[in-house]
Every structure is written in C-alpha cells, then in structure tokens.
C-alpha cells in the first residue's frame, strides 16, 4: 500500500519553515525521505527506523510515529536549494521492499 | 567512487517491441532494486535483485522481468510493450544487511523510454 503524504504541494519564502507528512495504513519498520530535483535522481536525506527516533540533518529533520504509522519531514530557515519533489519510501516489517508516496512539491522563492 | 550508472539515458520504442535496460550498482553495493517513475509521480516498485535472485516484486506484469549477474550488475526487460510503458525507469542499489532497510538507496538518473 502506497504511503499517502501531504500536503501535495507547498510554496515557501526564503528563512521560512515547512512540514511534509507521510503516512501508512500498514505498521511500518523503517521510513524514507528524499528529495528529486526536476530532471535528475532522487537523493537520499535520512532514514528513521522503528523506534520514533528523531533525526536531523542540518536544518532538515524528521521524526517516525511508531503508534500513528505516521513520519514528518521539518524543514527550518529554508533556502532556495531545498526547491523539489519529497519522496517518502516505507517499508513493513523488514520486507527489503520501499514503497514511495506520491511525493510533495515544494518551491521556495527569494 | 562512481555511484550508479544507467544505459541509455534515452529510448525510442513502438508498441509490441521489445527493450533491456542495464544498471550498474554503485561500488560495494549487492542489491539492485528497479522503479518506474511517471511525469508527476512517485517511483512505482517494479522488483528487486539480490544473490542474482528476485527477492520483491511489485504489482507490474510477467512483461517485466530482470536478471541480476555475478558482479551485481542488473537488466529489466520489458516485452510486448505498450504505450502505458512510457516512464523513467529507475535503478536503486543499497547494501543489504541483516537487519533490514537501514541502509539508504543511491539512485541512476534513469532511462527515459518513449512507446510510440
């Protein structure tokens, strides 16, 4: 079952902040999370495993919801290089098969 | 360190042929897993190769089939194909571990194949 993420598009100004949501109807063992830039691959930001570990990179962080099935994806102070399409990808119960939502476009302006 | 190569970048098929792409994992990588990407979607599970076998599969017909080879190297065939067919296919490897998806995927930059 495909992850549903929202909100399916969003628009920011430069320095302002963002949450994308991913969530699945089916426990989950680990989730996700990358971004694709128009026209090129998808690249790797983290991955959060069972557990509801936070983690962070810089100013991009995301948390795992183990009771809700539910992971988010924080985007703080955001620069003009965060622009793409976010991917989650879940994965159930050690299945070494990651599913991807239909992803989230952001665009952020000057 | 090269990471993931795909061949070719571009193809130009008609309905009914047949096409093989070609993926080489990135160094030290063992698993190889194929997508499908339609304009202005997510990547869509095709299957997945590990010790040159077919471990996952995603809900694409037998047209789609794959091969994993010695040096982890892979292929998607996809026959008697149709204009629906028409995506960027996607090449992901990771190292498989014992505990599951803790290790990320390194993407190619894909094959886009057109059906006419």
């Known amino acids: 079952q495909q992850p549903v993420q929202s909100p399916q598009a969003v628009i920011l100004r430069e320095g302002e902040d963002a949450v994308i949501n991913c969530s699945s109807s089916?426990?989950?063992?680990?989730v996700h999370w990358y971004r694709q830039k128009h026209g090129e691959a998808p690249v790797f930001l983290m991955i959060?495993?069972?557990?509801?570990e936070q983690k962070g990179h810089e100013k991009i962080s995301a948390s795992f919801n183990e009771k809700k099935q539910q992971s988010s994806l924080y985007l703080t102070a955001s620069q003009l290089s965060y622009s793409g399409t976010y991917f989650c990808?879940?994965?159930?119960?050690?299945?070494?098969?990651?599913?991807f939502g239909s992803g989230t476009r952001l665009l952020v302006r000057p | 360190d090269a990471g993931v190569t795909q061949s070719p970048t571009h193809l130009i098929k008609t309905r009914g042929q047949q096409v093989t792409l070609r993926c080489s994992p990135k160094?030290?990588?063992?698993?190889v897993s194929w997508y499908q990407q339609a304009l202005g979607q997510g990547p869509q599970f095709i299957f997945q190769?590990?010790?040159?076998?077919?471990?996952q599969r995603g809900n694409f017909p037998d047209r789609f089939s794959g091969h994993q080879f010695p040096n982890y190297s892979s292929e998607l065939n996809v026959n008697a194909l149709l204009l629906g067919d028409s995506a960027l296919y996607l090449c992901?490897?990771?190292?498989?571990?014992?505990?599951?998806?803790?290790?990320?995927?390194?993407f190619g930059n894909g094959t886009r194949l057109t059906v006419t």
């Open positions: 992901a490897s990771s190292l498989r571990t014992s505990s599951s998806y803790n290790s990320p995927l390194h």
């Open positions: 089916k426990a989950l063992y680990s």
């Open positions: 959060l495993l069972k557990g509801g």
């Open positions: 990808g879940t994965e159930g119960d050690s299945s070494y098969k990651l599913i």
């Open positions: 160094s030290g990588h063992d698993t």
């Open positions: 190769y590990y010790e040159e076998e077919e471990r």
